[in-house]
């Protein structure tokens, strides 16, 4: 199973201001994602990258949210200006492949607090 | 889109018996479905998936079958243990590695000792 390691672990931020995830994947991998949980309910995908640019992404993904792997390792989730709901665990995920196909797996999260 | 629907959303059992977890989803198109294990604080954690192409699949203790003309698929885990408590997710996915899985809303399995 791939490490994948995410910075912060827990981010307080206020209203308005940008924040900044981290996903510092240890293995190369073709395909990159970000995911949110909002507390209490299910994992809702948000955005999935590939050669360094978008391939799919959801209604979730708006304008105030962009990605990108600037220095071939890092691969960023960018909220430009975070709002109350924005309130979510974030979390980055690397699909693998293997013997018997891809499979997908996640990183510990970053929770993000908008007050 | 994809809608996966999950049940149940709480799942007591007894140290030791069994536990099945439901799962349908919407797309016929869908053709890889794995099962994620969600501690407290902590991210989903794969532990075991099933492509279109095969009706079951086990590893130890946990089993999955798929049931394709009544699109749904369920977890079997077997001979149930304290540290199985958790919140499990089944997810769906059509086409390939760009798109998105689309996850249930989570049982939370809780284990008696």
């Known amino acids: 199973e791939p490490e994948v390691t995410q910075t912060p672990s827990h981010q307080v931020t206020q209203m308005g201001q940008e924040v900044i995830l981290r996903c510092v994947p240890i293995?190369?991998?073709?395909?990159f994602y970000w995911y949110r949980q909002i507390l209490g309910q299910k994992v809702e995908f948000l955005v999935s990258?590939?050669?360094?640019?978008?391939?799919?992404k959801s209604e979730i993904f708006d304008d105030q949210f962009s990605v990108e792997r600037p220095d071939g390792s890092n691969f960023t989730l960018k909220i430009r200006s975070t709002k109350l709901e924005d309130s979510a665990m974030y979390f980055c995920?690397?699909?693998?492949?293997?013997?018997?196909?891809?499979?997908?797996?996640f990183g510990e999260g970053s929770w993000l607090t908008v007050v | 889109g994809e809608n996966v629907e999950q049940h149940p959303s709480t799942l007591s059992v007894q140290e030791g018996d069994s536990a099945v977890i439901k799962c349908t989803y919407s797309?016929?198109?869908?053709?890889?479905f794995p099962w994620y294990k969600q501690e407290l604080g902590k991210g989903p954690q794969l532990i075991i998936d099933?492509?279109?192409?095969?009706g079951e699949k086990k590893d130890q203790r946990i089993a999955v079958t798929l049931n394709k003309t009544a699109k749904h698929f369920s977890l079997h885990i077997t001979e149930t243990q304290p540290e199985d408590s958790a919140v499990y997710f089944c997810?769906?996915?059509?086409?390939?590695?760009?798109?998105?899985?689309?996850f249930g809303k989570g049982t939370h399995l809780i284990i008696q000792p």
């Open positions: 997810a769906a996915r059509a086409g390939g590695g760009a798109d998105g899985l689309t």
């Open positions: 995920a690397v699909l693998q492949g293997g013997n018997s196909g891809n499979t997908i797996y």
């Open positions: 293995s190369n991998h073709l395909y």
């Open positions: 099933i492509r279109s192409n095969v």
């Open positions: 797309d016929s198109a869908s053709n890889y």
């Open positions: 990258f590939y050669n360094n640019e978008i391939s799919e």
